[in-house]
């Protein structure tokens, strides 16, 4: 299979670069891979399409502020992306400059904080932070949220809110899981008083996340690697579902993600570690019967899961439906719920 049978054309004005006015005021397509059918609907009729007795499985990770600008020494202008906080003191950064820092070099971010270049780990530098505070307390006072490249935009204080979802809590994504971002309070009282259970698990969303595959050929692609997390609480009210006939679905990729990752071999274990998996047609998933997703990039592994999931054939159509429908796409934009084909 090849990169670029997952190529389709967007036109620019479909990229939603900021969120609509109310968490669920999207709207949302039915992808029903059982039947091939595909069905407009708006978001705040999702209760409608589930049954009591069913779960929704959502992503708890809270993003950080993890975009940061500064400067070298030599009075060079670097910006920076925080991929992951490996300690209280250090972690692994993306950086652009005109030169690339050399371990030893200081750097200041935002006028007021220091990290001691340590090396580099792949194209990631190690940093370690003024010890005065923790990376995550630098981040929260210094930092930007890190909104995706292509809303090609700077942050803005509504985004600290927005570019979050309600239920957010265990900090550590540099992305959003977007599929999330569409459920208020309100969304998440409706599904839970038709008798819809929910379970939580925890993914870091990483921002290779928005990386295109590069490589023709999708065997050649190494897929980057992202902390998570099963509870056992989670996995008990799967089994629970199961039992009673209900069907698990997993709000976002990065919970079908995690949980499929927990269950390579047919059984979903609790605990966690880090995933790479690199899901593409023909892909036997074992958990997850239902997904909630948004519009993904062309030639990206995410579209490449959602057209594992509910057949390829037909989620391209779906795309081609979505463009000729004026949604819109990408993390600020519409929802699709899919229904997983065979």
């Keep these: 299979m090849k990169t670029s049978d997952f190529e389709y054309s967007l ?9 609509l006015a109310e968490r669920g005021a999207s709207r949302l397509l039915h992808v029903d891979g059982r039947c091939a059918r595909l069905e407009d609907r708006g978001f705040n009729a999702l209760p409608d ?10 992503n708890d990770t809270r993003v950080i502020k993890a975009r940061l600008y500064g400067e070298k020494h030599s009075g060079g202008k670097v910006e920076a992306l925080v991929e992951r906080i490996v300690s209280d003191h250090e972690a692994l950064l993306h ?5 690339s820092p050399k371990p030893g070099s200081v750097l200041l971010f935002a006028g007021a904080v220091q990290a001691l270049v340590l090396g580099r780990e792949g194209d990631l ?6 010890p005065a505070r923790t990376v995550l307390e630098w981040l929260e006072h210094y930092g930007e949220m890190p909104l995706p490249p292509y ?22 994504a540099v992305a959003a899981p977007t599929a999330g971002l569409h459920f208020d309070e309100a969304m998440l009282v409706a599904l839970r008083e038709i008798g ?12 290779g996340t928005f990386q295109p595959v590069r490589a023709e050929n999708l065997a050649e692609h190494h897929m980057h690697s992202e902390r998570y997390v099963i509870p056992e609480a989670t996995v008990a009210a799967i089994a629970a579902t199961r039992a009673s006939g209900g069907r698990v679905g997993a709000v976002g990729t990065t919970s079908l993600r995690a949980l499929e990752s927990a269950a390579r071999d047919g ?7 880090e995933t790479d998996l ?29 057209c594992a999931f509910g057949g390829m054939e037909l989620l391209l159509r779906a795309y081609s439906h979505a463009v000729a429908e004026h949604y819109r796409f990408f993390s600020y934009g519409d929802a699709m719920l899919i229904e997983r084909a065979g």
């Design 11 to 19: 036109p620019d004005d479909l990229i939603a670069r900021h969120p």
């Design 95 to 99: 950086i652009r400059a005109s030169k």
């Design 278 to 306: 690199f899901i593409t047609p023909g892909y036997h998933f074992n958990v997850v019967d239902r997904l909630v997703t948004n519009f993904h990039l062309p030639r990206s592994t995410l579209l490449m899961l959602v």
């Design 49 to 58: 399409l589930f049954l009591p007795g069913d779960l929704l499985v959502f």
């Design 151 to 172: 809303l090609n935009r700077a942050a803005e204080a509504a985004d600290d809110t927005r570019y979050q979802t309600v239920f957010a809590r265990d900090p550590g």
């Design 196 to 207: 819809v259970a929910s379970a939580f698990v925890t993914l870091h969303v990483g921002a």
């Design 125 to 130: 530098f190690r940093l370690a932070f003024d």
């Design 267 to 273: 059984t979903l274990r609790p605990g966690g570690g």
